[in-house]
């Protein structure tokens, strides 16, 4: 073994170059790129934009690479110059959610303002830190010198919507050759080599409309969508009473979310059609087919005593993941975050999905989530992160590479 062989095995978190105000600037130009997607405006092509012109300074060939009009995937491979060794994949989307009733908020949800050590914004957290300390992270190891292997990073669109960014990036052959993802996203400290599964789903009935004075000269198909809300309840009572409650995912949910009737919106008239969409949340064991089927037939069963048509809509399927405790894609990063933090990190679960969900299930490679910013606080009114964070979580990053990559 060389002495530069040597070098790369001891710990480098602390030593590294970091430019940690430039990578919290960095965080905050992101975030103050309001990359909602809603069909309005343009904040997924400039957030990439940004993306792509601090990585050409550094002087990387990031591909742009169009997965909708105006949404694209941003993806760059950084050889690290040492010779041959494994490719070790960064993963992180570039799309936020919406920042819902601007009231609810205490700071301009793109505003990227700091206050007592946080910085408040949508996006913060889920994950625009996570995004920026993965770049300023392989950034730093490369001014440390050559190190084995490469490092390729994902900068993704669409991960709050059906996943198309990773999606595309996993049909497009991109993953090939990577040998283990870290999946950016917040996750309080817990390294979670788990994720739910997910399957959105609507139903749609159909009736016959009438007047609400003669209900008898019609169909109404709410009644029957409420017996369904009811038959629902009782499947997520029997899922966790046969599943149980998996240790770092908790229970299986089955959550009606949006209930929606045709028009006209009269009260004095029965609608023809009406939908239920419905959020699944599953664990390792659930068989989602063997449960869509069911749910099919109870549908059925309730909608035919009733002269109600019904049709399930499978919007989305993404299973539960795994990878195991043992993979050097898990035990990398804990000991990086050991290495870095000075305590042994928990190992948890993802009460969601991430793209990583896909890139497992379609490319069959192993995933880990870890990333800044608090478990619970995505989605939220005055979400944040703790700038102090962003850098320890690009250190430990750091970190984890060279693990990986000379193990």
Known sequence: MSEDQVSWLEPAGHELDLDEA???????????????????????????AKVVTQMRAWGWDPQV??????????IVNVSGGGGPGPTLGFEGHLDVVTE????????????????????YGRGTADMKAGVAAMMFAVRALQGRGPFPGAIRLFALCDEEG???????????????????????????????PSSKGAIRLR??????????????????????????????????????ERHGAHEHLGTSHVTPTVVTAGRPEQMNTTSATA???????????????????????QCLLRASDQGIAVELVVIDDRPPVRTPDDDPIVSCLVEAHRRVTGARPALGGVPGTTDGTIFTRDAKVPTVVYGPGGKWIAHQANE????????????????????????
């Open 65 to 74: 690479i169009e997965v909708s009009p105006g949404r694209s995937n941003v």
């Open 203 to 240: 139903l749609d009935f159909l009736g016959k409309m009438a007047h609400g004075a003669m209900p008898f000269e019609g169909r109404n198909p709410l009644p029957v969508l409420a017996m369904v809300i009811n038959d629902l309840s009782e499947l997520e009572t029997e899922l966790r």
């Open 162 to 192: 059906m996943m198309l960014g990773a999606k595309h990036a996993v049909a497009s052959g991109a993953l090939a050759g990577v040998d283990g993802v870290i999946i950016c996203e917040p996750e309080g400290d817990e390294v979670c």
């Open 100 to 119: 819902g009733q601007l009231e609810e908020w205490d700071f301009d949800p793109f505003g990227a303002e700091i206050s007592e050590g946080r910085m």
């Open 275 to 297: 939908s239920l969409y419905v959020d699944i949340r599953t664990i390792p064991g659930v068989d989602h087919d063997d449960m869509l089927e069911r749910i099919r037939r």
């Open 22 to 48: 430039a990578l919290v600037a960095f965080t905050q130009d992101l975030v103050k790129i309001r990359s909602v997607y809603d069909g309005e405006g343009d904040g997924e092509a400039l957030v990439s």
């Open 384 to 407: 944040f992160v703790d700038v102090a964070s962003i850098g320890r979580y690009a250190r430990t990053y750091a970190e984890a590479a060279l693990l990986f990559l000379t193990r």
